[in-house]
């Protein structure tokens, strides 16, 4: 029986990673894009994909999205959630429309594409994968924007876990550390943007600390787990029988992990510390 699987922000990086590795294992992949061009290479990279416009943040994207869908099947295998974005900046001074927009997208987009295609993840054993992250623990500053939106997108699909009638839909999160993808660089481009309308005082608030951030950020592309690994890893989850309900994958997430378990004062003081010392060793660099 053939495995239909939709993936949301396919167009790069992991989803894009995901969606090859799928294909090439049999499944037959919905790819979510946006760009006619991005359609046309991921069609051309590989037979076994169908990339299909969607917004997440669009109804009608999301209707149109499933009516193709629904005209090519009925039953689909997995969902997997990846469309995201994340925004970052100190929060005395992030607007609260981008704060909307991170929201929009990470939380809003994965519940709206959710409850849309339910009615076909009725096979045995369908499953939706979300991809969260090791932000989700909460333990990082200047990004907490990102690690709400995770947290919330856990904690929303864990209810949908427990309340959901369809007893053969298994729902699991994936918390990378950080990973090669372009999301960090526009993270950085998105952030420069916000703070070019803020007054020059509020800048050189946290000027030593956005630098420090904006230079870790951009060195994320090119550090960390590949969108590879990340895509291995949700090929074993879909072949697992009964998979767990979260998984880490990288060294940097299981140590958010363990943060996570020690008392709020201490893990605080912890990040606070350590993000003074390194920082001070970026400006001594």
């Not at 997997?80 to 981008?98: C, K, Q, R, S, T």
């Not at 993808?181 to 803020?198: G, L, M, R, Y």
């Not at 590949?226 to 767990?244: R, Y």
Request: charged letters at 25%; one cysteine or more.
């Amino acid at each position: 029986m053939e495995k239909y699987v939709l993936i949301t922000g396919a167009s790069s990086g992991l989803g894009k990673a995901t969606a090859l590795a799928l294909a090439e294992e049999g499944y037959k992949v919905f790819a979510g894009v946006r760009k006619q061009q991005d359609k046309e290479l991921l069609e051309s990279l590989q037979k076994n994909i169908t990339a299909i416009f969607l917004d997440v943040t669009s109804d009608e994207s999301v209707n149109c999205a499933f009516e193709t869908v629904f005209g090519i099947t009925k039953n689909l295998f997995a969902l997997i959630n990846n469309a995201g974005i994340a925004v970052g900046g100190p929060v005395e001074f992030l607007p609260v429309d981008i704060l909307k927009k991170q929201f929009d997208i990470n939380v809003f987009g994965a519940i709206r594409v959710a409850q849309k295609f339910l009615p076909l993840l009725n096979q045995e054993n369908s499953r939706i994968i979300n991809i969260s992250s090791m932000a989700s623990y909460g333990i990082f500053p200047f990004v907490s924007p990102y690690c709400a939106s995770k947290r919330t997108l856990d904690m929303f699909f864990n209810s949908l876990l427990i309340e959901n009638k369809n007893k053969n839909l298994k729902i699991i999160s994936i918390k990378p550390g950080v990973v090669s993808t372009p999301i960090w660089n526009k993270s950085v481009d998105a952030c420069e943007q916000t703070f070019e309308h803020v007054s020059q005082d509020c800048r050189d608030k946290y000027e030593k600390e956005l630098l420090f951030l904006a230079e870790n950020a951009r060195k994320n592309t090119q550090k960390g787990l590949k969108p590879e690994d990340i895509a291995n890893l949700i090929k074993k989850v879909l072949e697992k029988k009964n998979p767990k309900l979260s998984y880490n994958i990288g060294k940097d997430s299981y140590f958010a992990r363990i943060m996570s378990f020690l008392p709020q004062h201490m893990s605080n003081f912890i990040v606070k510390t350590g993000l003074k010392t390194r920082i001070k060793a970026n400006v001594k660099s």
